[in-house]
């Protein structure tokens, strides 16, 4: 009964590969986000899909590209996969009816290592 | 640009009370502030939120002052399993990305 599940949890590829992230949410919620967290541990943004659409598109490289198929899940392809890609990717959810100050449920975290 | 500052760490013991302060001078009006808890290997997880005085739920209390520029999280009685990193958000979680950032977070480490 995950609320936000991520898949894979370990993700290990070559540069210049391309690689997809998924994730599902069954909490009902109607936005979704994507996270990277650095080795630093700092959180930031990417991309945030409310009702399938895109609402929040932060300064990402265009190789990043997110697709909502419905609310429930939103994906996160990768092509050309670099060095600096490597980092941890939390999923999170939220529903937008609550107003700008609704908690965020995080996934676990898909680690990807690029080598 | 709602900013939050933190002490990068604290160090406690099992059964002490732990009060972490967050700093955000710049909160609107409409502002609340909401706190996660990380562990290691997850995702961060939603621990109170509040936006004026006193909050207190099962896991944590959450003090605002009356200028709400600042808010402490208190754990009661903390335990190992309490070790991690706790986060202080402020503002619009939802549409307004420059509140959408988690700063460094506080990293607690109890000790038995």
């Known amino acids: 009964d995950t609320a936000v599940s991520q898949t894979p949890k370990y993700l290990v590829t070559q540069m210049g590969n391309d690689k997809s992230i998924k994730c599902e949410q069954n909490?009902?919620?109607?936005?979704m986000y994507w996270y990277k967290q650095d080795s630093k541990k700092f959180l930031k943004i990417m991309f945030s899909y409310n009702n399938k659409e895109l609402i929040i598109n932060e300064t990402v490289p265009n190789r990043f590209s997110p697709k909502s198929p419905d609310k429930a899940h939103l994906n996160l392809h990768i092509n050309s996969l670099e060095l600096g890609d490597s980092a941890v990717y939390f999923c999170?959810?939220?529903?937008?009816?609550?107003?700008?100050?609704?908690?965020?449920?995080f996934g676990n975290g898909t680690r990807l290592t690029v080598t | 640009l709602a900013k939050t500052t933190q002490p990068i760490s604290m160090d406690s013991y099992e059964g002490q009370e732990v009060n972490i302060t967050c700093s955000h001078n710049?909160?609107?009006?409409?502002?609340?502030i909401t706190w996660y808890q990380q562990f290691p290997s997850q995702g961060p997880r939603f621990i109170i939120q509040?936006?004026?005085t006193k909050v207190t739920n099962e896991v944590a209390s959450l003090f605002i002052p009356a200028d709400r520029k600042s808010s402490t999280l208190s754990l009661p009685r903390v335990s190992l399993s309490d070790t991690a990193v706790y986060y202080c958000?402020?503002?619009?979680?939802?549409?307004?990305?420059?509140?959408?950032?988690f700063g460094t977070g506080t990293r607690l480490q109890v000790f038995p």
């Open positions: 710049n909160i609107a009006t409409n502002d609340y």
């Open positions: 909490l009902g919620h109607d936005t």
């Open positions: 958000l402020v503002g619009d979680q939802l549409y307004n990305t420059d509140k959408l950032i």
């Open positions: 999170a959810s939220t529903l937008s009816e609550r107003g700008g100050n609704s908690p965020l449920h």
């Open positions: 509040g936006y004026k």
